[in-house]
């Protein structure tokens, strides 16, 4: 979202000063709205009398059919098919414009009960009284039958409770037990539910040692310390409370709309470090976290090749945050100095989404970060050292998508020729004042070996040939055929299930366990040995908006190779062994100590 200039019109001015106003909002980029906060009833302008909901009476959600896919289409949407019934609830139909009624709510693709198929995660969202009361609904958990087939199995799974206002989810095994654990992070309590046995959860907040309160957005769970624990960073978004004389209009109509982030002070980001005992202890201030924020999306990854893990946060408004690390849980913010604070000027942007990706090949990972309407999406090529080159006009990302609001966005090889495509989902967030439509296209782009982005058109699929307001966006294979899958969550709608219709003549899929390293080896580099026209890839921590993706790597194999193949995992230890002889066109769990150790000197530096 944009900033907002607080002007404050009277009745009466004198001419001079009515021609200051307008000539004000029409330079600023940010005059999208005026706040008023008064005890007077508010003034509908020209408005007939309320005879539906908000929804109705916008047209927010006008009816869009999709076209029929076609072959050669890259992506088949089948949510009908699927099982998969969920629609994410704001509490709009409230009518009190509220903030967080704005931001919708991410979804994860784990295997939940680790038999080895992705399960589906939908993050509930809310409800909004008409006395401005804020109340929270469950999420639901859907089991992966295969073939895309999906169980609700939420009831007596221990996530069938009201939460509060739920947004986003991470993913990680917290206990070190080999399964998965949720942290869902809320306007309200942000809870921790702890994985029984791959049966239910449990909400062990309380006996973790956390205590999240307020309104928190993104999160992420990676051992950044290096002593085998899983740390937490959650991203603080609003000081903001529902006041029911709050009101911000439309200049243009002088129609009631939702406010802007400008008008609010940061919530603070908060830093957890896990402990030996198996709790969490705030260590935000002495890791160097800054106090301020507007967080939306974090990722993490080792972005300056110094061993340390490292996170990078999107801010809303408000410059991005890129904290390197220095070893033992501190880091050092240089956002600026690795020009990757905001656009090509350093001017902070609407930051919601981001996705980490050696995109072109180059053995450091870069930035995708989506931005608000009339804001260009930023790709950053790691240009290594810490530093970042502002290129989404000389990769041909810019112009498409600027009209449009960016949420959700992820890299991924969709059509399995070794490089990394971007997908990028949109929505837009206000009622009345916006440059165009709430529903809006999504886009995908086709990676041309690292040069170029070319928007894939058409050719994406069904789901893509109508607007949505898409938030939350995941991707995982979900039939573990070899291709990725996307799954996206749109505020007050559906969760969507696109199946890839792409074929991977050869392939290999990973998933890396760690023992000495904890579970997740977020940072693990994993490569194929004697393939050095096949990428390495990186076991990466957060990423998107709001949701969590398939941690496995997945690996396109030239066509002429033999029948099996040498892995070879570099773990977050520094240890480094292989695995040999596996087969491809199949998953592999590869465990730390279970492989041949390696001298690292005679590896390739790719």
Known sequence: MLGVSKLRLVQMKPIFEIFTVIAICVLAVGCQRQEHKSNEPEIEINTPKSTGTLVDELNLDADATLRAATEGDWFVDVTSESGVEFKHHSGRESRHFTMIETFGAGIALFDFDVDGDLDLLCIGGGNISEQLEVSGLPCHLYRNDGNFHFVDITEGSGLDIAIDYSHGVTVGDINRDGFPDLLITCYGQSKLFINQDGQSFRDETTEFGLDIQGWH????????????????????????????????????????????????????????????????????????????GKG??????????NGHLDYYVANDVDRNHLYLGQGQGTFIESAIIAGVSGNEFGAPEGSMGVDVCDF???????????????????????????????????TGLAGLCRPYVGFGTVFLDADMDGWSDLFIANGHVTYRNRQTPYQQPAFLYRNLQGKRFQPVGDAAGDWFSAPHTARGVATGDLNNDGTPD????????????????????????????????????????????????????????????????DRRLLFSIPDNQAAEIDVIVQ????????????????????KQGAGETLNTENLPQN
Not at 236 to 255: I, K, V
Not at 361 to 380: A, R, W
Request: glycine share 10%; hydrophobic share 35%.
């Open 217 to 292: 957005t993104a999160a992420c769970l990676a051992d950044v310390t290096g002593d085998g624990i899983l740390d937490l960073y959650v991203t603080g978004y609003l000081q903001w409370e529902p006041d029911a004389n709050e009101r911000c209009l439309d200049p243009s109509s002088g129609l009631r709309d939702v406010c802007m982030p400008g008008n609010f002070q940061d919530a603070p980001d908060r830093f957890f470090v896990g402990q030996k005992d198996g709790t969490f202890a705030e260590q935000t201030k002495q890791a160097g976290i800054l106090p301020a």
């Open 571 to 590: 773990w977050p230890n520094n240890i480094t062994e292989i695995f040999r002889q596996l087969s491809p066109r199949m998953y592999h769990l590869v």
């Open 360 to 394: 072109n090949h180059d053995g450091l990972p870069d930035i995708f970060v989506t931005n608000y309407e009339l804001e260009e999406n930023d790709l950053y090529r790691n240009e290594g050292q810490g530093l970042f080159s502002h290129i989404t006009v000389a």
């Open 486 to 549: 996307l799954v996206i969550s749109e505020q007050d709608g559906p969760v969507s299930i696109l199946k890839n219709l792409n074929r991977a003549e050869n392939w290999i899929g990973i998933n890396p366990i760690g023992t000495i390293s904890g579970t997740d080896v977020v940072g693990a580099t994993v490569r194929l040995d004697e393939q050095p026209e096949v990428s390495p890839q990186v076991v990466k921590g957060g990423g998107s908006y709001l949701s969590y993706s």
């Open 296 to 305: 939306l999306g974090i990722v993490v990854a080792d972005f300056d090749a």
